[in-house]
């Protein structure tokens, strides 16, 4: 096929634009993202080669090179994975089709500080080339196709790319950056090491270069065409905890999450028992923006013997922490495990259950700690995941009291839609003689801060937790109580606050009783069947009526959410 020219996807261009003018300053970060590519081409082609042996065509080494032409001024960076075919290589690298997209983009400001920390949470990956590179080409054959059937693909950033046929004998997959003016530093053996070295130690392929030139005893210099690798090639989490730094821990989860910030807290321990696995797990610092896309594309890397196997979104973790990162590493289970028969896999359950404690138990250190420092990542992690941990507690009934431990709300305590009250943080203010939750289910926090059922509460000084997200009526349908403690709506049913009562106050009411008898029974009489019941009540202050229902009935709001879902 003759060389096409395609325009890019509007979006690309966008994003090539302000890569270019918002991250010059992070140009580590370009190889740094080539590699992670080359290592998840490389873990593609094992997984798929489960099935189709043939697929390494008698080359099962596979292994990332690195090298660099000072008098052409280029770097390549190879690897010998799954490659790209012609149609791959459009969707892959000239369009984003992303959830989010459109968001995103109406997110940025222009200041080119502000975006560039949104645009590394957009995750740039290949484009990032285009920091250091004016031109960048990429060839790539597809593991199994025949060695005519190759793709040449290249770029000037300039809103176009070309494409056609080319051949290549080895499969998988070549960048070649011609580097910018002004990028010659990159153009050196040391240099080079030392960024692999920073950044992708923990990558478990070897990444190999040509041996650096040596002197030898005369002091000449000497060029060897031997190849070494740079990197460890070992397995981050195989290694012991002592001997990995807080440095090679955040850039390993860059590259397992493809983000480009430091997560916000990772466990990491090896498992004894029924199940034998390592597990290294991270918490984001921000949620992704396919958070609640249904086709998201990552999740947690499963490992047996520390043989990549898949990538999955849902057999590992539960759909509540759906956004935790990493790997979990089975000794146990048989190399040639599949999908399926992961499915319905008890080893996989018993792993599933033993990391989601792991994960639980990392928040509740976080949410629990004495230091202030840990106790702020506890808040942002809440702005970020609250909602998405909330869905636990109708989720995972095993978990549930720990999650509802977890759980963090507004309430009338502070009146702000801040939220930051636990449930044991209510228990504690709770009045003499209080034994139960009082919560208040509304469409919106304003809606539940402004609702006329909360007027004795606040007169009483009975705190009250605002609950004004659609997730947290079925939290509320799910949780019935909390240490003990039932969790009461205050628009549900008959409230009795007699025990918060002085006699004064039971006096007026039973005057208050008597005297509104006759206007309870007109009432009752003009609403006839629109109502179940008409009664005298002492919870409003302010207002004259409102509307209850009765406690084992739905509760006003989910009623109106189910009519809007159409039921
Ligand atoms: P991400 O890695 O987060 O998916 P990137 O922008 O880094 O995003 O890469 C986009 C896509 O291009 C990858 O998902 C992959 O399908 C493809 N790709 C990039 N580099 C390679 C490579 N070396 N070999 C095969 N496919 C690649
Ligand atoms: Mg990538």
Not at 73 to 99: K, P
Not at 137 to 158: F, I, K, N, Q
Not at 319 to 329: A, E, H, K, N, P
Request: proline share 2%.
């Amino acid at each position: 096929m003759a060389k096409e020219t395609l325009g890019f996807q509007a979006e690309v261009k966008q994003l090539l634009q302000l890569m270019i003018h918002s991250l010059y300053s992070n140009k580590e970060i370009a190889l740094r993202e080539l590699i992670s590519n080359a290592s998840d081409a490389c873990d593609k082609l094992r997984f798929e080669a489960l099935n189709h042996a043939s697929l390494y065509e008698n080359d099962g080494e596979l292994a990332i090179a690195v090298s660099f032409n000072k008098d052409a001024r280029t770097l390549t960076i190879a690897d010998n994975g799954i490659g790209m075919s012609r149609e791959e290589v459009i969707s892959n690298i000239g369009t984003i089709a992303r959830s989010g997209t459109k968001e995103f983009f109406s997110q940025l400001s222009g200041d080119a500080k502000k975006d560039a920390n949104l645009i590394g949470q957009f995750g740039v990956g290949f484009y990032s080339a285009f920091i250091i590179a004016d031109k960048v080409t990429l060839t790539t054959r597809r593991a199994g196709a025949p060695a005519t059937e190759a793709v040449r693909w290249e770029s000037a950033a300039d809103g176009e790319f070309t494409i056609e046929a080319v051949e290549k004998a080895g499969r998988g997959t070549e960048i070649v950056l011609h580097l910018k003016e002004g990028e010659d530093e990159l153009l050196s053996d040391w240099r080079l090491r030392s960024i692999i070295k920073k950044y992708s130690d923990h990558i478990t392929l070897p990444i190999r270069m040509q041996k650096a030139p040596g002197y030898d005893k005369d002091g000449n210099v000497e060029i060897s065409d031997e190849i070494e690798t740079v990197n460890q090639a070992s397995a981050l989490w195989a290694r012991p905890k002592s001997e990995i730094s807080d440095e090679q821990y955040n850039e390993f989860y860059k590259h397992v999450a493809h983000d480009f910030e430091d997560p916000l807290a990772f466990s990491h321990a090896k498992v004894e028992g029924r199940q034998e696995y390592t597990e290294l797990l991270y918490i984001p610092a921000r949620a992704p923006f396919d958070l609640y896309d249904r086709e998201r594309r990552h999740g947690v890397k499963l490992y047996v013997k520390r043989v990549f196997i898949m990538e999955d979104s849902d057999k590992l973790m539960p759909q509540y922490l759906r956004f935790v990162r990493g790997v979990i590493d089975s000794a146990d289970l048989p190399l040639n495990v599949s999908r399926e028969i992961l499915q319905h896999s008890k080893d996989i359950e018993q792993i599933k259950s033993g990391c989601v404690k792991k994960v639980l138990g990392l928040l509740e250190s976080m949410a629990t700690s004495d230091e202030q420092a840990e106790k702020d990542k506890y808040a942002k992690f809440w702005k970020e995941f609250g909602r998405v941990l909330k869905e636990g507690v109708g989720e995972d009934f095993a978990n549930k009291d720990k999650i509802a431990g977890l759980l963090r709300f507004a309430s009338t305590h502070l009146d702000t839609n801040e939220e930051v009250v636990s449930l044991a943080d209510y228990i504690g203010r709770m009045k003499e003689g209080q034994d139960v939750i009082y919560y208040i289910t509304a469409d919106s926090f304003a809606a539940a801060q402004h609702s006329p059922h909360l007027e004795v509460f606040r007169k009483k000084g009975i705190e009250v937790l605002l609950l004004g997200d659609r997730v947290d009526e079925w939290v509320v349908s799910s949780l019935h109580e909390f240490d003990g403690k039932k969790l009461q709506s205050v628009a549900k049913g008959e409230l009795d606050l007699s025990k918060f009562e002085d006699e004064e106050e039971k006096k007026q009411q039973e005057a208050a009783a008597s005297d509104l008898k006759d206007v309870v029974e007109k009432v009752k009489e003009v609403l006839a069947d629109k109502v179940k019941d008409v009664r005298i009540t002492h919870r409003l202050t302010d207002s004259a009526a409102c509307i209850v229902v009765d406690n084992a009935d739905m509760s006003a709001n989910l009623e109106r959410l189910l009519k809007s879902a159409g039921q």
